[in-house]
């Protein structure tokens, strides 16, 4: 399986974004999927996260009201409306999955990333 993530871009404080993650490869069936975004002054951070079999989703606190995780199984898509951005959201925004059961909730739990895609909002 292979996550492919796109959307990103230059944008002013207020606009949104809506990033894409395609899964391509044999049957993708994962236990979940996440978005991740990575700066380095602050690593790696869980944006939000969403259980494949029933739809269950969390969120950051600092991503909650403004940004929304759905997907489209048929399709295997990922997508990530992100409202109301801010400069502090400027990152590379990273999907990825987990193949088996358990946490969601830590980046060592995902084994297959997508590349990433660059988000940058300007103030």
């Known amino acids: 399986v292979q996550l492919q993530a796109s959307g990103g871009g230059l944008v002013q404080t207020g606009d949104s974004l809506r990033l894409s993650c395609a899964a391509s490869g044999p049957t993708f069936n994962p236990h979940g999927v996440a978005w991740f975004r990575q700066t380095p002054q602050r690593g790696r951070e869980l944006v939000t996260a969403v259980r494949w079999k029933d739809g269950k989703t969390t969120y950051a606190e600092f991503v909650k009201g403004r940004f929304t995780v759905s997907v489209d199984s048929a399709s295997n898509m990922i997508y990530l409306q992100m409202n109301d951005l801010k400069p502090e959201d400027s990152a590379v925004y990273l999907c990825?999955?987990?193949?088996?059961?358990?946490?969601?909730?830590?980046?060592?739990?995902?084994?297959?990333w997508g590349q990433g895609t660059q988000v940058t909002v300007s103030s």
């Open positions: 990825a999955a987990r193949r088996d059961s358990g946490s969601l909730y830590y980046s060592g739990a995902f084994d297959t």
